[in-house]
């Protein structure tokens, strides 16, 4: 049985930064490429970042670049999703999700998700 199980989540100022991450078990993890989504209030899920299973290839939205980070360690079967300067937009639920193959921005595209964990950006 595969389960994606996000961590790391909370309240933080905006400014502030916060580290995701997402343990997984039941797959071959170094074979998946591994990505975040997230989902506001009364939107759609959005792509965030995605890393392929070798490593070589990271895309990010352009929402976040030069702010957050994608990183996997397949010894551990985790990705990390470092945040820095969050903004109250980036308030959302923030979900793990796995594909066999490269990445994909489609949530479509994915095979397994996470619940999920909520991030709140306020003062």
């Known amino acids: 049985q595969v389960q994606l199980v996000e961590s790391g989540g909370g309240l933080v100022q905006p400014g502030g930064s916060l580290r995701l991450s997402c343990a997984a078990s039941?797959?071959?993890?170094?074979?998946?490429?591994m990505a975040w989504f997230r989902q506001a209030p009364g939107k759609e899920h959005e792509i965030v970042a995605a890393v392929s299973w070798s490593g070589d290839s990271i895309l990010y939205a352009e929402f976040v670049k030069g702010r957050f980070t994608i990183a996997r360690d397949d010894a551990e079967k985790t990705v990390f999703l470092q945040m820095n300067s969050l903004k109250p937009e980036d308030t959302a639920v923030y979900y793990c999700a796995a594909r066999s193959g490269g990445t994909r921005r489609s949530r479509d595209e994915y095979t397994y998700w996470g619940q999920g964990t909520q991030v709140t950006v306020s003062s």
């Open positions: 039941g797959l071959s993890f170094s074979y998946y490429a």
